[in-house]
């Protein structure tokens, strides 16, 4: 087994496994690990003599390295071993907590959660605390929104226990969602099978448990005007599902962005489908965000293609990567602590991981020392694309000369098509391509000024939209920071701006640079530009 080529894949459920199956098809070694003892996977599940490793009762306690290159150290039940691997894919299985609290009841013979429902109804023989003829309500998303996922559940089991069982079965719900896949029909099927829809707006039913453990639900019906209530002999709460506890440590390893609920893939559309902040390790399934089974299934196909291409492509080092003169360095960390890839590690002094640098720029501009440089992003590099118009200046009538710095893959990108569709843009443009909008620093706005730039626009991604996840925060910080440096100066504030944009926004592009030409027309020349040789363009 070419354990440096390997794959490493955590979890233990359905996803991992067919994330598993997909790389050996494809030729590529793997070490599946699982913190549970009975993961659901055996040796014996995948083809014999393929390039498979099984662990279980193992944890992931520390990685170094990047992409292509990672040292994976693990607790095998007590016993410290490692891995030295090519890529990592995160499908640890979630985990369901029931709302009993949320209600104000407590577990018992006459109130389940859904998944115990859904074991009784699977496996009936062993339990019989549903009988036939029972009035059984769920609650769903009464007092907080569920998920399709849940809502979806919900429905499956209702018609079960209509069905099969013969209950009536109710269904007390606030806002029902049914925007997943097949659920508007499900729905309606539900309701074509005698399924009663409870549905609360305005106000919300009094729950409370009896001394024989059912639950006592009263209510006002909104729609007859009269008060309810109603003792059902099963009462099914619903279930928030939420990121194992596992996950989130996993999280702290790997030094992983995380969404609002918790997990791994950050609320951030440049990760779809299965990519983290940090190249070479993945995510799928129900490690990236509440899924059905079929999604899961479709994360594990876009895992086992990207792993694949990361493979073949070899994990080429980025040709403009950042470079830290160490000799400078003071090894204050901020290049440490800031870059969004991971890119950065420790020794005596910080020093570049060129396999994971994606090139930002983000350290660069951030470091107080400016010991860090990327080729094409130093100050004279940039002023050197800062060209004049040769034109500009020559008429009567003032032409603002106008610095747009735009990120490559937002901004730049709705340059051309604005270009392309021949939109208005003003005669003065000049606009400086960046690989991230958290690159631009103090000075390379002090080398427009320099140039003689009338105005300066940044242009970055939209929140949730940039590339290096905080670019765009970082961008509007510095400029900033830099307008306090304005009003020392002299120059108005209006002169530099801060714009979000999206690639195929080329309407928006034009509009907001005619606008800021307009702006600037009004405010004059810069009172730097006048100081200056306007036609000299080696200024800087």
Do not use: W
Not at 326 to 335: P, S
Not at 374 to 400: C, N
Not at 415 to 427: C, F, S
Not at 496 to 521: P, R, Y
């Amino acid at each position: 087994m070419d354990l440096q080529n390997t794959t490493i894949i955590i979890g233990g459920g359905s996803c991992a496994k067919k994330i598993a199956f997909d790389l050996l098809e494809k030729g590529i070694s793997v070490t599946v690990v699982s913190s549970e003892e009975n993961a659901g996977l055996c040796l014996s599940d995948f083809p014999k003599n393929t390039p498979v490793e099984l662990l279980t009762q193992t944890r992931i306690i520390k990685c170094r390295g990047a992409v292509g290159n990672f040292t994976v150290s693990m607790d095998l039940n007590g016993k410290l071993i490692e891995r030295n691997i090519s890529n990592i894919v995160l499908a640890e299985e979630d985990r369901r907590e029931p709302n009993f609290g949320l209600y104000g009841l407590t577990p018992s013979e006459r109130i389940l959660s859904l998944s115990q429902v859904n074991d009784i109804i699977n496996e009936p023989q062993r339990d019989d605390r549903i009988k036939s003829g029972f009035k059984t309500a769920f609650f769903a998303g009464l007092l907080r929104e569920t998920d399709p996922v849940i809502t979806g559940q919900i429905m499956l089991l209702s018609l079960d226990l209509q069905s099969r069982f013969k209950n009536q079965v109710y269904i007390l719900t606030g806002n029902l969602k049914v925007a997943g896949d097949g659920l508007e029909a499900l729905y309606r099927k539900t309701r074509d099978e005698g399924v009663v829809y409870i549905k609360f707006s305005n106000s919300l039913p009094s729950i409370s448990q009896q001394e024989d453990n059912r639950a006592l639900i009263e209510f006002y019906d909104e729609i007859t005007a009269e008060q309810f209530k109603f003792t059902p002999d099963i009462t099914v709460v619903d279930e928030a599902i939420v990121p194992s506890e596992y996950l989130s440590e996993l999280t702290k390893v790997f030094k992983l962005g995380r969404d609002m609920a918790g997990f791994v893939q950050s609320d951030n559309v440049r990760r779809i489908p299965v990519y983290t902040n940090r190249k070479g390790i993945l995510v799928a399934g129900p490690s990236r965000t509440i899924q059905t089974r079929f999604d899961h299934d479709i994360d594990a196909a876009n895992a086992g293609l990207s792993v694949y291409g990361l493979l073949k492509d070899s994990a080429p080092v980025p040709e403009n990567r950042a470079e830290i003169d160490r000799g400078r360095c003071v090894r204050c960390l901020t290049c440490y602590r800031l870059c969004p890839f991971i890119a950065i590690s420790l020794d005596a002094k910080p020093f570049v991981v060129g396999e994971a640098c994606e090139g930002c720029g983000i350290c660069a501009a951030e470091c107080p020392k400016t010991t860090i440089t990327i080729k094409g992003l130093s100050g004279p590099e940039i002023s050197d694309r800062i060209v004049r118009p040769a034109d500009l200046g020559r008429e009567k009538v003032f032409t603002p000369f106008i610095v747009a710095f735009c990120c490559n893959r937002s901004a730049s990108m709705a340059r051309d098509l604005a270009v392309n569709n021949k939109l208005d843009m003003p005669k003065g443009l000049v606009t400086v391509e960046l690989p991230c909008a958290g690159g631009i620093s103090l000075d390379h706005i002090l080398h427009a000024l320099r140039k003689g730039a009338d105005g300066i626009m940044i242009l970055t991604c939209h929140e949730g939209n940039c590339h290096s996840e905080k670019g765009n925060i970082y961008a509007r910080r510095r400029a900033d920071s830099v307008l306090d440096l304005f009003d020392q100066m002299g120059l108005e504030r209006q002169r530099l701006v801060v714009k979000t944009i999206a690639s195929n926004m080329a309407m928006e592009f034009s509009e907001l640079l005619t606008k800021f030409e307009e702006q600037i027309i009004v405010l004059g020349v810069s009172k730097i530009a006048k100081t200056k040789d306007i036609g000299d363009d080696k200024t800087g």
